[in-house]
């Protein structure tokens, strides 16, 4: 059974730091398309950063530069370095995990998702 757990989230000021981590189990992990979401209080679930089994990453424009998306297959485990957070960063971030994905930035790509972990960027 494929489960998901994020951890990291938390509130912090403008211009600070967090790195998300997203622990995986129950299915191939270092072979399977992973993705970062954000939704914000009454706005649609959006796709942050996407990572391919094979290293491969994408970015949406409003975070390149900013963060990171990285895998460590012997841990199970995806990571989302945030840097340089801004107020318009603050929602709830989830990981998503499918074996294939060709639109890495829709959802509905996505069959298994983590129950997610808040962060707050205060200015």
């Known amino acids: 059974q494929v489960q998901l757990v994020e951890s990291g989230g938390g509130s912090v000021q403008a211009g600070g730091s967090l790195r998300l981590s997203c622990a995986a189990s129950?299915?191939?992990?270092?072979?399977?398309?992973m993705a970062w979401f954000r939704q914000a209080p009454g706005k649609e679930r959006e796709g942050v950063a996407a990572?391919?089994?094979?290293?491969?990453?994408d970015y949406v424009d409003s975070v390149k530069g900013r963060f990171t998306i990285s895998r460590d297959n012997a841990k199970n485990t995806l990571y989302l370095q945030m840097n340089s957070l801004k107020p318009e960063d603050t929602a709830m971030y989830y990981c998503?995990?499918?074996?294939?994905?060709?639109?890495?930035?829709?959802?509905?790509?996505?069959?298994?998702w983590g129950q997610g972990t808040q962060v707050t960027v205060s200015s």
């Open positions: 129950g299915y191939s992990f270092s072979t399977w398309y």
């Open positions: 990572i391919s089994g094979g290293g491969s990453e």
């Open positions: 998503a995990a499918h074996p294939v994905v060709l639109r890495p930035f829709e959802s509905s790509r996505y069959n298994y």
